[in-house]
Protein backbone atom coordinates (compact mmCIF):
# COMPACT_ATOMS: atom_id res chain seq x y z
CA UNK A 1 0.00 0.00 0.00
CA UNK A 2 1.46 3.28 -0.86
CA UNK A 3 1.81 6.69 1.17
CA UNK A 4 -1.09 8.50 1.69
CA UNK A 5 -1.04 11.80 -0.71
CA UNK A 6 -0.38 14.82 0.76
CA UNK A 7 -3.76 15.91 0.16
CA UNK A 8 -5.68 13.47 1.50
CA UNK A 9 -3.85 14.23 4.66
CA UNK A 10 -4.76 17.52 5.19
CA UNK A 11 -8.48 16.73 4.05
CA UNK A 12 -8.59 14.11 7.03
CA UNK A 13 -6.60 16.10 9.65
CA UNK A 14 -8.65 19.18 8.89
CA UNK A 15 -12.54 17.28 8.90
CA UNK A 16 -11.33 15.54 12.10
CA UNK A 17 -10.69 19.26 13.47
CA UNK A 18 -14.16 20.54 11.92
CA UNK A 19 -16.27 17.66 13.17
CA UNK A 20 -14.16 17.47 17.10
CA UNK A 21 -14.93 21.66 17.22
CA UNK A 22 -18.34 20.96 16.00
CA UNK A 23 -19.33 18.05 18.11
CA UNK A 24 -17.48 19.85 21.48
CA UNK A 25 -19.39 22.84 20.86
CA UNK A 26 -22.68 21.10 19.89
CA UNK A 27 -22.38 19.08 23.41
CA UNK A 28 -21.22 22.65 25.67
CA UNK A 29 -24.25 23.98 24.20
CA UNK A 30 -27.04 21.08 24.68
CA UNK A 31 -25.83 21.33 28.35
CA UNK A 32 -26.00 24.79 28.61
CA UNK A 33 -29.65 24.35 27.24
CA UNK A 34 -30.58 21.43 29.70
CA UNK A 35 -29.01 23.51 32.97
CA UNK A 36 -30.64 26.86 31.96
CA UNK A 37 -34.08 24.86 31.10
CA UNK A 38 -33.86 22.57 34.70
CA UNK A 39 -33.04 26.50 36.28
CA UNK A 40 -36.59 27.90 34.53
CA UNK A 41 -38.78 24.75 35.63
CA UNK A 42 -37.32 24.58 39.31
CA UNK A 43 -38.14 28.37 39.20
CA UNK A 44 -41.46 28.26 38.04
CA UNK A 45 -42.42 25.16 40.24
CA UNK A 46 -41.25 26.90 43.42
CA UNK A 47 -43.33 30.17 42.26
CA UNK A 48 -46.12 27.98 41.91
CA UNK A 49 -45.54 26.18 45.46
CA UNK A 50 -45.23 29.92 46.90
CA UNK A 51 -48.50 31.65 45.21
CA UNK A 52 -50.52 28.16 46.89
CA UNK A 53 -48.72 28.59 50.08
CA UNK A 54 -49.76 32.08 50.55
CA UNK A 55 -53.37 31.69 49.80
CA UNK A 56 -55.52 32.58 52.80
CA UNK A 57 -58.22 29.83 52.35
CA UNK A 58 -55.02 27.21 52.43
CA UNK A 59 -53.88 28.57 55.93
CA UNK A 60 -57.76 28.48 56.87
CA UNK A 61 -58.16 24.74 56.02
CA UNK A 62 -55.00 23.84 58.13
CA UNK A 63 -57.65 24.97 61.40
CA UNK A 64 -60.10 22.58 60.43
CA UNK A 65 -61.11 19.22 60.93
CA UNK A 66 -60.41 17.79 57.70
CA UNK A 67 -58.14 20.04 56.13
CA UNK A 68 -58.26 17.58 53.11
CA UNK A 69 -61.37 18.05 52.24
CA UNK A 70 -60.35 21.30 51.67
CA UNK A 71 -57.12 21.67 50.30
CA UNK A 72 -57.01 18.97 47.46
CA UNK A 73 -59.63 20.64 45.12
CA UNK A 74 -57.79 23.73 45.58
CA UNK A 75 -54.41 21.60 44.71
CA UNK A 76 -55.85 19.79 41.73
CA UNK A 77 -57.58 23.28 40.44
CA UNK A 78 -54.34 24.83 40.60
CA UNK A 79 -52.42 22.00 39.10
CA UNK A 80 -55.04 21.86 35.99
CA UNK A 81 -54.10 25.48 35.71
CA UNK A 82 -50.57 25.91 36.02
CA UNK A 83 -49.99 22.77 33.65
CA UNK A 84 -47.71 21.28 36.65
CA UNK A 85 -47.59 17.40 36.93
CA UNK A 86 -48.50 17.40 40.82
CA UNK A 87 -49.30 19.57 43.77
CA UNK A 88 -48.85 18.05 46.96
CA UNK A 89 -50.04 20.31 50.48
CA UNK A 90 -48.54 18.31 53.47
CA UNK A 91 -49.12 19.04 57.32
CA UNK A 92 -45.82 19.97 59.87
CA UNK A 93 -45.84 16.03 60.27
CA UNK A 94 -45.09 15.54 56.44
CA UNK A 95 -48.60 13.89 56.71
CA UNK A 96 -50.04 14.52 52.83
CA UNK A 97 -53.27 16.82 52.90
CA UNK A 98 -53.72 16.94 48.90
CA UNK A 99 -52.18 14.80 46.17
CA UNK A 100 -52.92 14.07 42.51
CA UNK A 101 -53.47 10.56 43.66
CA UNK A 102 -56.20 10.64 46.36
CA UNK A 103 -55.07 7.08 47.62
CA UNK A 104 -51.99 8.58 49.14
CA UNK A 105 -53.82 11.53 51.14
CA UNK A 106 -53.08 10.65 54.79
CA UNK A 107 -49.98 8.97 54.14
CA UNK A 108 -46.42 10.16 54.98
CA UNK A 109 -44.42 12.44 52.13
CA UNK A 110 -42.17 10.21 49.77
CA UNK A 111 -39.14 12.52 50.11
CA UNK A 112 -38.17 14.42 53.17
CA UNK A 113 -39.82 18.12 53.58
CA UNK A 114 -37.84 18.06 57.53
CA UNK A 115 -35.17 21.31 55.82
CA UNK A 116 -38.37 23.13 54.78
CA UNK A 117 -40.34 22.67 57.40
CA UNK A 118 -37.71 23.63 60.49
CA UNK A 119 -35.79 26.26 58.85
CA UNK A 120 -38.50 27.69 56.53
CA UNK A 121 -36.24 27.94 53.87
CA UNK A 122 -37.81 27.52 50.37
CA UNK A 123 -36.32 24.20 47.92
CA UNK A 124 -35.18 23.57 44.43
CA UNK A 125 -34.07 20.72 43.13
CA UNK A 126 -34.67 17.54 41.47
CA UNK A 127 -36.06 14.36 43.28
CA UNK A 128 -37.82 11.04 42.57
CA UNK A 129 -40.90 10.49 44.11
CA UNK A 130 -44.23 8.23 43.53
CA UNK A 131 -44.86 10.05 40.17
CA UNK A 132 -41.15 9.30 39.05
CA UNK A 133 -38.32 11.74 38.81
CA UNK A 134 -39.25 15.23 39.53
CA UNK A 135 -37.68 18.83 39.12
CA UNK A 136 -39.76 20.34 42.16
CA UNK A 137 -39.99 23.46 44.24
CA UNK A 138 -41.01 23.79 47.89
CA UNK A 139 -42.32 26.36 49.77
CA UNK A 140 -43.08 26.64 53.85
CA UNK A 141 -46.61 27.34 54.75
CA UNK A 142 -47.28 29.85 57.77
CA UNK A 143 -49.84 30.64 59.87
CA UNK A 144 -51.28 34.37 61.58
CA UNK A 145 -48.36 34.15 63.70
CA UNK A 146 -45.71 33.46 61.56
CA UNK A 147 -45.15 29.67 62.66
CA UNK A 148 -44.59 26.67 59.58
CA UNK A 149 -47.63 24.42 59.69
CA UNK A 150 -46.88 22.54 56.58
CA UNK A 151 -45.57 23.13 53.10
CA UNK A 152 -46.26 22.88 49.58
CA UNK A 153 -44.55 20.95 47.12
CA UNK A 154 -44.94 21.46 42.86
CA UNK A 155 -43.02 19.52 40.51
CA UNK A 156 -42.60 18.90 36.28
CA UNK A 157 -41.98 15.29 35.16
CA UNK A 158 -38.01 15.39 33.95
CA UNK A 159 -39.39 13.91 30.65
CA UNK A 160 -40.81 17.30 29.89
CA UNK A 161 -37.72 18.90 30.32
CA UNK A 162 -36.22 16.65 28.32
CA UNK A 163 -38.90 16.91 25.76
CA UNK A 164 -38.23 21.19 25.88
CA UNK A 165 -34.75 20.25 25.31
CA UNK A 166 -34.95 17.68 22.48
CA UNK A 167 -36.90 20.79 20.62
CA UNK A 168 -34.33 22.82 21.02
CA UNK A 169 -31.57 21.09 20.23
CA UNK A 170 -33.28 19.79 16.73
CA UNK A 171 -31.72 23.60 15.15
CA UNK A 172 -28.69 22.90 16.82
CA UNK A 173 -28.01 19.55 14.82
CA UNK A 174 -29.26 21.38 11.61
CA UNK A 175 -26.14 24.07 12.39
CA UNK A 176 -23.63 21.59 13.40
CA UNK A 177 -24.55 19.82 10.16
CA UNK A 178 -24.32 22.70 8.16
CA UNK A 179 -20.90 23.65 9.66
CA UNK A 180 -19.82 20.43 9.20
CA UNK A 181 -20.50 20.63 5.59
CA UNK A 182 -19.17 24.24 5.30
CA UNK A 183 -15.64 23.08 6.90
CA UNK A 184 -15.45 20.30 4.24
CA UNK A 185 -15.61 22.20 1.35
CA UNK A 186 -13.13 24.68 3.13
CA UNK A 187 -10.91 21.87 3.91
CA UNK A 188 -10.98 20.84 0.41
CA UNK A 189 -10.20 24.27 -0.98
CA UNK A 190 -7.48 24.51 1.25
CA UNK A 191 -5.77 21.07 -0.16
CA UNK A 192 -6.38 22.54 -3.78
CA UNK A 193 -4.83 25.56 -2.76
CA UNK A 194 -1.86 23.65 -1.35
CA UNK A 195 -1.75 21.44 -4.22
CA UNK A 196 -1.23 24.02 -6.48
CA UNK A 197 0.92 26.08 -4.79
CA UNK A 198 2.95 23.37 -4.27
CA UNK A 199 2.43 22.19 -7.94
CA UNK A 200 0.80 18.79 -6.93
CA UNK A 201 4.27 18.30 -5.55
CA UNK A 202 4.62 15.59 -2.53
CA UNK A 203 6.94 16.66 0.28
CA UNK A 204 9.24 14.46 -0.23
CA UNK A 205 9.75 15.46 -3.60
CA UNK A 206 9.53 19.10 -2.55
CA UNK A 207 12.94 17.84 -0.23
CA UNK A 208 14.51 16.35 -3.23
CA UNK A 209 14.14 19.50 -5.43
CA UNK A 210 15.29 21.85 -2.46
CA UNK A 211 18.64 19.89 -2.10
CA UNK A 212 19.05 19.77 -6.21
CA UNK A 213 17.93 23.16 -6.29
CA UNK A 214 21.03 24.26 -3.31
CA UNK A 215 23.07 21.85 -5.33
CA UNK A 216 23.05 23.61 -8.63
CA UNK A 217 23.26 26.97 -6.92
CA UNK A 218 26.26 26.47 -5.01
CA UNK A 219 27.36 24.31 -7.78
CA UNK A 220 27.54 26.75 -10.75
CA UNK A 221 30.48 28.97 -11.38
CA UNK A 222 28.28 32.01 -12.30
CA UNK A 223 27.31 34.69 -9.46
CA UNK A 224 23.27 34.23 -9.38
CA UNK A 225 21.58 36.68 -7.68
CA UNK A 226 16.86 36.80 -7.34
CA UNK A 227 15.58 40.39 -5.99
CA UNK A 228 11.79 40.81 -5.48
CA UNK A 229 9.99 43.37 -6.77
CA UNK A 230 10.96 45.81 -3.97
CA UNK A 231 14.93 45.37 -3.99
CA UNK A 232 15.06 42.86 -1.51
CA UNK A 233 17.75 39.90 -2.13
CA UNK A 234 15.93 36.30 -1.83
CA UNK A 235 18.73 34.47 -3.36
CA UNK A 236 22.42 34.14 -3.80
CA UNK A 237 24.97 31.75 -4.07
CA UNK A 238 28.51 31.89 -3.07
CA UNK A 239 29.86 32.88 -6.20
CA UNK A 240 27.91 35.85 -6.19
CA UNK A 241 29.05 36.98 -2.72
CA UNK A 242 32.36 36.51 -3.77
CA UNK A 243 32.08 37.94 -7.01
CA UNK A 244 30.08 41.31 -5.24
CA UNK A 245 32.24 41.09 -1.92
CA UNK A 246 29.03 40.66 0.30
CA UNK A 247 25.47 40.94 -0.31
CA UNK A 248 23.34 42.62 2.29
CA UNK A 249 19.56 41.87 2.64
CA UNK A 250 18.56 44.55 0.12
CA UNK A 251 20.29 46.82 -3.13
CA UNK A 252 20.73 50.07 -0.27
CA UNK A 253 22.61 48.07 1.67
CA UNK A 254 25.20 46.62 -0.91
CA UNK A 255 28.61 47.69 -0.65
CA UNK A 256 29.01 48.03 -4.58
CA UNK A 257 29.95 50.95 -6.64
CA UNK A 258 26.64 52.98 -8.24
CA UNK A 259 27.35 51.62 -11.44
CA UNK A 260 26.66 48.38 -10.26
CA UNK A 261 23.63 49.31 -8.22
CA UNK A 262 22.15 50.95 -11.05
CA UNK A 263 22.50 47.95 -13.64
CA UNK A 264 21.44 45.28 -10.75
CA UNK A 265 18.28 48.14 -9.83
CA UNK A 266 17.23 47.95 -14.06
CA UNK A 267 17.90 51.72 -13.92
CA UNK A 268 20.35 50.81 -16.47
CA UNK A 269 18.82 48.17 -18.71
CA UNK A 270 20.20 46.47 -21.27
CA UNK A 271 22.12 42.66 -21.71
CA UNK A 272 26.09 41.88 -20.97
CA UNK A 273 26.06 45.19 -19.02
CA UNK A 274 29.73 45.80 -17.94
CA UNK A 275 30.86 46.32 -14.52
CA UNK A 276 33.91 47.09 -12.75
CA UNK A 277 33.91 45.31 -9.16
CA UNK A 278 36.94 46.40 -7.58
CA UNK A 279 39.97 44.23 -9.43
CA UNK A 280 37.09 42.70 -11.49
CA UNK A 281 35.85 42.86 -14.54
CA UNK A 282 31.94 41.88 -14.46
CA UNK A 283 29.16 40.93 -17.26
CA UNK A 284 25.91 41.20 -15.99
CA UNK A 285 22.08 40.29 -17.40
CA UNK A 286 19.25 41.43 -15.65
CA UNK A 287 16.49 38.43 -16.42
CA UNK A 288 12.87 39.24 -15.28
CA UNK A 289 10.93 35.74 -13.18
CA UNK A 290 7.37 35.30 -13.91
CA UNK A 291 5.52 32.81 -11.89
CA UNK A 292 1.99 31.52 -13.88
CA UNK A 293 2.00 34.74 -15.72
CA UNK A 294 3.01 37.31 -13.12
CA UNK A 295 6.08 38.59 -12.79
CA UNK A 296 7.87 38.22 -9.08
CA UNK A 297 11.01 39.66 -9.48
CA UNK A 298 14.32 39.29 -11.34
CA UNK A 299 17.34 36.93 -12.06
CA UNK A 300 21.08 38.57 -12.16
CA UNK A 301 23.43 36.57 -13.20
CA UNK A 302 27.24 37.99 -12.74
CA UNK A 303 30.01 36.65 -14.88
CA UNK A 304 33.63 37.08 -14.11
CA UNK A 305 35.55 38.39 -17.31
CA UNK A 306 38.68 39.69 -15.82
CA UNK A 307 41.18 36.92 -17.12
CA UNK A 308 39.24 37.37 -20.42
CA UNK A 309 39.92 40.52 -20.83
CA UNK A 310 43.36 40.71 -19.59
CA UNK A 311 44.28 38.25 -22.16
CA UNK A 312 41.96 40.05 -24.65
CA UNK A 313 44.55 43.04 -24.44
CA UNK A 314 47.49 40.84 -24.53
CA UNK A 315 46.58 39.72 -27.74
CA UNK A 316 45.19 42.74 -28.92
CA UNK A 317 48.55 44.22 -27.67
CA UNK A 318 50.56 40.80 -29.72
CA UNK A 319 48.59 41.83 -32.77
CA UNK A 320 49.32 45.16 -33.04
CA UNK A 321 52.98 43.91 -32.58
CA UNK A 322 52.45 41.80 -35.29
CA UNK A 323 51.53 43.62 -37.31
CA UNK A 324 54.00 46.29 -36.83
CA UNK A 325 56.42 43.82 -37.90
CA UNK A 326 54.80 43.01 -40.33
CA UNK A 327 54.89 46.42 -41.75
CA UNK A 328 58.56 46.61 -41.04
CA UNK A 329 59.45 43.44 -42.51
CA UNK A 330 57.62 45.07 -45.93
CA UNK A 331 59.16 48.24 -45.48
CA UNK A 332 63.18 46.43 -44.87
CA UNK A 333 62.11 44.28 -48.00
CA UNK A 334 61.26 47.36 -49.80
CA UNK A 335 64.46 49.03 -48.74
CA UNK A 336 66.90 45.75 -49.70
CA UNK A 337 65.09 45.69 -53.30
CA UNK A 338 66.42 49.35 -53.87
CA UNK A 339 69.85 48.30 -52.75
CA UNK A 340 70.25 45.31 -54.86
CA UNK A 341 68.75 47.70 -57.70
CA UNK A 342 71.34 50.27 -57.23
CA UNK A 343 74.14 47.48 -56.50
CA UNK A 344 73.11 46.55 -59.72
CA UNK A 345 73.20 49.54 -61.70
CA UNK A 346 76.38 50.17 -60.21
CA UNK A 347 75.30 53.12 -57.86
CA UNK A 348 77.82 52.43 -55.14
CA UNK A 349 78.25 55.86 -53.51
CA UNK A 350 74.18 55.49 -53.73
CA UNK A 351 73.62 52.36 -52.50
CA UNK A 352 75.63 53.48 -49.31
CA UNK A 353 74.41 56.70 -48.83
CA UNK A 354 70.37 54.84 -48.73
CA UNK A 355 71.81 52.80 -46.12
CA UNK A 356 72.96 55.47 -43.84
CA UNK A 357 69.89 57.32 -44.41
CA UNK A 358 67.66 54.55 -43.83
CA UNK A 359 70.10 53.00 -40.72
CA UNK A 360 69.80 56.83 -39.20
CA UNK A 361 65.82 56.59 -39.60
CA UNK A 362 65.57 53.38 -37.50
CA UNK A 363 63.05 52.48 -34.74
CA UNK A 364 66.38 52.29 -32.22
CA UNK A 365 67.74 55.30 -33.27
CA UNK A 366 64.45 57.20 -32.79
CA UNK A 367 62.54 55.67 -29.62
CA UNK A 368 64.82 53.35 -27.46
CA UNK A 369 67.30 56.47 -26.21
CA UNK A 370 63.42 58.18 -25.16
CA UNK A 371 61.71 55.19 -23.48
CA UNK A 372 64.23 52.69 -22.22
CA UNK A 373 61.53 50.33 -21.41
CA UNK A 374 61.23 47.61 -24.34
CA UNK A 375 57.76 46.37 -23.63
CA UNK A 376 56.78 50.17 -23.71
CA UNK A 377 58.77 51.13 -26.32
CA UNK A 378 56.99 47.99 -28.71
CA UNK A 379 54.04 49.29 -27.66
CA UNK A 380 54.36 52.94 -29.27
CA UNK A 381 55.85 51.09 -32.12
CA UNK A 382 52.76 48.86 -32.74
CA UNK A 383 50.27 51.61 -32.13
CA UNK A 384 52.25 53.60 -35.37
CA UNK A 385 51.82 51.25 -37.33
CA UNK A 386 48.06 50.51 -36.39
CA UNK A 387 47.99 54.07 -36.46
CA UNK A 388 49.40 54.08 -40.48
CA UNK A 389 47.07 51.34 -41.57
CA UNK A 390 43.76 53.24 -40.26
CA UNK A 391 45.15 56.38 -41.74
CA UNK A 392 46.64 58.94 -38.99
CA UNK A 393 50.38 59.73 -37.98
CA UNK A 394 51.62 58.74 -34.25
CA UNK A 395 53.55 61.42 -33.14
CA UNK A 396 56.04 61.03 -29.58
CA UNK A 397 56.46 64.71 -28.16
CA UNK A 398 60.35 65.72 -27.89
CA UNK A 399 59.27 66.02 -23.93
CA UNK A 400 58.97 62.27 -24.04
CA UNK A 401 61.62 60.66 -21.29
CA UNK A 402 61.21 57.12 -19.73
CA UNK A 403 64.38 56.10 -18.14
CA UNK A 404 65.67 53.15 -17.60
CA UNK A 405 64.40 51.84 -14.44
CA UNK A 406 61.55 54.22 -13.73
CA UNK A 407 58.96 51.72 -14.80
CA UNK A 408 59.25 49.01 -12.57
CA UNK A 409 56.19 47.18 -13.73
CA UNK A 410 54.89 47.93 -16.92
CA UNK A 411 51.48 46.33 -16.90
CA UNK A 412 50.11 49.47 -15.60
CA UNK A 413 51.88 51.89 -18.04
CA UNK A 414 51.00 49.47 -21.13
CA UNK A 415 47.47 49.51 -19.97
CA UNK A 416 47.08 53.29 -19.97
CA UNK A 417 49.08 54.46 -22.63
CA UNK A 418 47.57 51.87 -25.12
CA UNK A 419 43.88 52.43 -24.04
CA UNK A 420 44.73 56.26 -24.29
CA UNK A 421 45.81 55.69 -27.67
CA UNK A 422 42.97 53.15 -29.10
CA UNK A 423 40.67 55.53 -27.83
CA UNK A 424 42.34 58.53 -29.70
CA UNK A 425 42.38 56.33 -32.53
CA UNK A 426 38.65 55.33 -32.15
CA UNK A 427 37.95 59.26 -32.18
CA UNK A 428 39.72 59.70 -35.57
CA UNK A 429 37.19 57.79 -36.68
CA UNK A 430 39.64 56.08 -39.84
CA UNK A 431 40.20 59.75 -40.58
CA UNK A 432 43.30 61.23 -41.46
CA UNK A 433 44.75 63.00 -38.76
CA UNK A 434 47.62 63.53 -35.92
CA UNK A 435 47.77 61.29 -32.09
CA UNK A 436 50.09 63.80 -30.09
CA UNK A 437 52.05 61.28 -27.93
CA UNK A 438 53.42 62.25 -24.43
CA UNK A 439 55.36 60.36 -21.80
CA UNK A 440 57.28 61.89 -19.13
CA UNK A 441 58.95 60.40 -16.17
CA UNK A 442 58.49 62.77 -13.19
CA UNK A 443 59.27 63.12 -9.79
CA UNK A 444 55.53 61.63 -8.71
CA UNK A 445 55.85 58.53 -10.96
CA UNK A 446 54.39 58.65 -15.09
CA UNK A 447 53.39 61.41 -16.69
CA UNK A 448 51.12 60.30 -20.17
CA UNK A 449 49.54 62.82 -22.41
CA UNK A 450 47.90 62.01 -25.44
CA UNK A 451 45.87 64.65 -27.57
CA UNK A 452 44.72 63.77 -31.20
CA UNK A 453 43.12 66.01 -34.00
CA UNK A 454 39.54 64.11 -33.63
CA UNK A 455 36.24 66.31 -32.58
CA UNK A 456 36.48 66.49 -29.12
CA UNK A 457 34.05 65.48 -26.59
CA UNK A 458 31.17 67.39 -25.34
CA UNK A 459 31.77 69.23 -21.61
CA UNK A 460 28.55 66.78 -20.46
CA UNK A 461 30.54 63.81 -21.48
CA UNK A 462 33.54 64.59 -19.80
CA UNK A 463 33.35 62.63 -17.16
CA UNK A 464 30.87 59.71 -18.52
CA UNK A 465 33.42 58.52 -20.58
CA UNK A 466 35.28 56.87 -17.80
CA UNK A 467 32.18 55.11 -16.92
CA UNK A 468 32.59 51.38 -17.04
CA UNK A 469 30.36 49.69 -20.25
CA UNK A 470 30.03 53.96 -21.46
CA UNK A 471 30.81 53.97 -25.15
CA UNK A 472 30.22 56.19 -28.16
CA UNK A 473 31.28 53.97 -30.82
CA UNK A 474 29.10 51.70 -33.05
CA UNK A 475 28.60 47.64 -31.44
CA UNK A 476 32.11 45.16 -32.40
CA UNK A 477 32.68 41.84 -31.13
CA UNK A 478 33.91 41.84 -27.43
CA UNK A 479 32.62 44.02 -24.50
CA UNK A 480 33.03 47.86 -25.33
CA UNK A 481 33.45 50.53 -22.80
CA UNK A 482 36.51 49.30 -20.95
CA UNK A 483 39.16 50.61 -21.92
CA UNK A 484 38.73 54.39 -20.35
CA UNK A 485 37.51 52.58 -17.22
CA UNK A 486 40.19 50.76 -16.68
CA UNK A 487 42.77 53.40 -17.31
CA UNK A 488 41.07 55.41 -14.44
CA UNK A 489 40.64 52.13 -12.12
CA UNK A 490 45.05 51.78 -12.57
CA UNK A 491 45.23 55.41 -12.02
CA UNK A 492 43.33 55.20 -8.99
CA UNK A 493 45.13 52.61 -7.20
CA UNK A 494 48.28 54.67 -7.74
CA UNK A 495 47.13 57.16 -6.67
CA UNK A 496 47.23 59.07 -9.68
CA UNK A 497 44.65 60.81 -11.63
CA UNK A 498 43.06 60.92 -15.39
CA UNK A 499 40.83 63.68 -17.14
CA UNK A 500 39.93 65.10 -20.63
CA UNK A 501 40.46 68.45 -21.46
CA UNK A 502 39.38 69.70 -24.67
CA UNK A 503 41.94 71.64 -26.27
CA UNK A 504 40.26 73.93 -28.59
CA UNK A 505 40.26 74.66 -32.66
CA UNK A 506 41.66 72.79 -34.37
CA UNK A 507 39.46 70.57 -32.68
CA UNK A 508 41.45 67.86 -30.05
CA UNK A 509 40.89 66.14 -27.85
CA UNK A 510 43.74 65.50 -24.72
CA UNK A 511 43.75 63.00 -21.28
CA UNK A 512 46.10 63.91 -19.02
CA UNK A 513 46.94 61.17 -16.60
CA UNK A 514 49.30 61.12 -14.09
CA UNK A 515 50.59 57.30 -12.73
CA UNK A 516 52.80 57.35 -9.88
CA UNK A 517 55.64 54.82 -9.18
CA UNK A 518 54.95 52.04 -7.33
CA UNK A 519 57.54 52.56 -4.86
CA UNK A 520 56.30 55.78 -4.57
CA UNK A 521 52.66 54.68 -4.08
CA UNK A 522 53.47 55.14 0.26
CA UNK A 523 54.39 59.07 -0.18
CA UNK A 524 51.82 59.68 -2.85
CA UNK A 525 48.95 58.15 -0.77
CA UNK A 526 50.32 60.50 2.66
CA UNK A 527 52.10 62.93 1.03
CA UNK A 528 50.97 65.77 -1.65
CA UNK A 529 47.67 67.19 -1.16
CA UNK A 530 45.69 66.49 -4.74
CA UNK A 531 45.55 69.52 -5.36
CA UNK A 532 49.51 69.44 -6.47
CA UNK A 533 48.64 66.97 -8.68
CA UNK A 534 45.74 68.91 -10.27
CA UNK A 535 48.56 71.79 -10.77
CA UNK A 536 50.44 69.76 -12.25
CA UNK A 537 47.91 68.49 -14.84
CA UNK A 538 47.22 72.16 -15.22
CA UNK A 539 51.02 73.02 -16.26
CA UNK A 540 50.63 70.37 -18.73
CA UNK A 541 47.58 71.62 -20.20
CA UNK A 542 49.42 74.91 -20.29
CA UNK A 543 52.08 73.64 -22.17
CA UNK A 544 49.92 71.82 -24.49
CA UNK A 545 51.82 71.53 -28.11
CA UNK A 546 48.76 72.85 -29.91
CA UNK A 547 48.39 71.92 -33.34
CA UNK A 548 49.11 75.09 -36.26
CA UNK A 549 46.85 74.71 -38.91
CA UNK A 550 49.03 74.19 -42.47
CA UNK A 551 47.11 72.70 -45.11
CA UNK A 552 48.53 69.66 -46.78
CA UNK A 553 49.65 68.69 -50.30
CA UNK A 554 46.96 68.30 -52.16
CA UNK A 555 44.48 70.20 -50.64
CA UNK A 556 42.57 70.29 -47.10
CA UNK A 557 42.54 72.24 -44.05
CA UNK A 558 43.38 69.37 -41.05
CA UNK A 559 45.53 70.20 -38.58
CA UNK A 560 49.75 69.11 -38.16
CA UNK A 561 51.94 69.30 -35.20
CA UNK A 562 54.24 71.93 -35.07
CA UNK A 563 57.66 71.23 -36.30
CA UNK A 564 59.78 70.24 -33.45
CA UNK A 565 57.71 69.86 -31.19
CA UNK A 566 56.93 65.81 -31.84
CA UNK A 567 58.81 63.11 -33.47
CA UNK A 568 57.14 60.72 -35.93
CA UNK A 569 57.48 57.12 -35.14
CA UNK A 570 58.45 55.21 -38.09
CA UNK A 571 55.67 53.09 -39.37
Not at 203 to 221: C, F, N, S, T
Not at 239 to 244: C, G
Amino acid sequence: MGRVRLGTQLFVLQMVIVVLAVSGTAVVWAQHTRTQLDSQYQQRALAIAEAVAGMPQVRAAFAVQDPAALLQPIAAGVQLETGADYVVIANREQKRYAHPNPSLIGKRLSTDGSEVLLTGQKWVGVQTGTIGTTVRGKAPIYDEYGTVIGLTSVGVLVEKVDAQVGAVLAPLLYTALAVLVAGSAAAALIVRRVRRQTFGLEPGEIAKLLEQREGVLHGVKEGLLALDMEGRVTLVNDAARELLGGVGADLTAMPVSERMRDVLSGADPGEDRIVLQGERVLVLNRTPVSVRGKQRGWVITLRDRTELVRLARELDSASSTTEALRAQAHEFANRMHTVVGLLELGEHDAAVSFITRTTRNTYATGIRDRVADPTLAALLLAKSAEAAERGATLVLSDDTCVPEGVIDDPQDAVLVVGNLVANALDALDGAQGTIEVSVRATEEGLSVRVGDSGPGITPDLVEEVFREGFTTKAAHSGPRGLGLALTRQACMRRGGWVRVHNAGAPCSRRCCHDLPRARRRRRLHGGPHPQRLRGQGAGLRGRRHRPHRRRRPGGGGRAAPRPGAARHLPA
